[in-house]
């Protein structure tokens, strides 16, 4: 599951870093962000790895694009979900790391506007298909 959100960064978290069982170094940085929304929510994602240094290049009060995914996990019959940025914008949509994929933009989930009767455009020849 891929996902766009934009906001503003209102808070960020120190970096956090460890070594795994397997004795590989990682490092995590959490921050907030807030939608623009009606009704603004506080959202917190995570970068991992290398992705920490594309946060950086943002301050709190930066308007952002993040690009993320959202996945839980189970751990001793307790569930945790994880909202992980893995690209970061500045609000217009310049994107501050190398990958530079295209994607729709989902500032929010809206209902589709209704679409009259399609069946009455063909009622009323006035369809426009080529063939």
């Known amino acids: ?3 766009e959100l934009t ?3 209102i808070q960020i978290m120190p970096e956090t870093s ?3 069982k397997a004795g590989k170094e990682w490092k995590k940085q959490e ?3 807030e939608t623009f929304d009606t009704y603004p929510k506080k959202v917190c994602l995570s970068t991992m790895g290398e992705k920490t240094n594309d946060l950086k290049k943002f301050s709190v009060g930066s308007t952002i694009t993040a690009s993320l995914n959202i996945e839980s996990r189970e751990y001793q019959g307790r569930w945790y979900t994880d909202v992980r940025a893995w690209r970061i914008m500045d609000g217009v949509g310049n994107a501050s790391s190398g990958n530079d994929q295209s994607m729709p933009q989902m500032q929010s989930a809206r209902r589709p506007e209704p679409v009259g ?11 426009d298909l080529p063939f």
């Open 18 to 20: 460890g070594v795994s």
């Open 31 to 33: 921050f907030i962000v």
């Open 7 to 9: 906001g503003k960064i």
């Open 1 to 3: 599951m891929s996902l």
């Open 117 to 127: 009767d399609p069946m009455s455009a063909e009622q009323e020849g006035t369809d």
